[in-house]
């Protein structure tokens, strides 16, 4: 969830990553969907539609780069 919240660059990721050790990317990949998703349902809910298109365009385009 900081990776997305925080809106790292892919450099800052890996370095943030790294910090931690092996790291799984589809995992971390699929928890980026996952927190999307969610985020995206609560924007909605909460009326901040506009919030909740952008966490869910988001979310697509993640599904969309997913290698199953």
Known sequence: SFILEAELTEYEEKVFLN???????KK????KI???????LWGFVKGYNRYGRTRISRMQNLLLSFDI
């Open 19 to 25: 910090a931690y050790g092996s790291i799984d990317e």
């Open 34 to 40: 996952l927190v999307d998703y969610i985020w995206g």
């Open 28 to 31: 971390l990949k699929r928890m």
